[in-house]
């Protein structure tokens, strides 16, 4: 069982544009043609940041046109926000605020052994890091630059605690780099 960042990027680096956009993603590839249904298939609970699931609820009908649903995901999801947000109809989620390393027992329970996705954004998977509990960073990367927006990871983590595992291109628009995580090289790293 990993505790895994599994997400996209901007070849300079960002997540999604300042205003919380991803439509500079979508022409770069489909989901069916991925590592996602594999990777999804292994997943047993889901970590969400606030900002993620406001984008998930702001584009509901372009999440459903993609996936098939308004909110794809079976697995348990704990979001978490210290604001009070809409919720989505027969979806799973669980609203929690606070340090990351309370809900993980909790999520690793519901995951059983399967594994937990940290689906964003860049400063919850930080918050893992530094807590010692993310085991893989999993980056497709893009061939676009947005010059400013919302950064893939928002910490300074130097070698040797990420290790390369695998680079796999996905056709002429993605690229996708597979890291583990030394936790004990990680734990204890401060933010920028």
């Known amino acids: 069982m ?42 047993g609970a889901l970590a969400m940041g606030s900002a993620t699931y406001e984008w998930m609820v702001r584009n509901a009908e372009t999440v459903a046109a993609e996936t098939g649903s308004p909110w794809p995901y079976m697995q348990p999801t704990w979001v978490f926000s210290s604001r009070n947000l809409p919720t989505i109809d027969g979806a799973a989620i669980r609203f929690v605020k606070g340090d ?7 999520m690793r329970a519901a995951a059983g052994d ?6 964003g954004g860049g400063d919850l998977a930080g918050q893992f890091h530094d807590a010692g509990l993310l085991d893989e960073l999993i980056v ?46 990680a734990a204890g790293v401060g933010t920028v």
């Open 2 to 43: 990993k505790t895994q960042y599994y997400t996209a990027t901007s070849l300079d680096g960002f997540l999604a544009t300042e205003d919380d956009s991803l439509d500079w993603l979508f022409p770069l590839g489909s989901l069916k043609d991925s590592s996602y249904p594999e990777f999804i298939s292994k997943v």
């Open 100 to 106: 990351v390393r309370t809900v993980h027992s909790e």
């Open 114 to 119: 399967m594994n937990i996705w940290v689906v």
């Open 140 to 185: 497709q990367i893009g061939s676009a630059t947005l010059g400013k927006g919302k950064p893939l990871f928002p910490r300074r983590v130097l070698s040797p605690s990420l290790r390369l595992v695998s680079v796999h291109q996905m056709g002429a628009g993605m690229a996708e780099l597979r890291y583990t995580v030394d936790i004990g090289r």
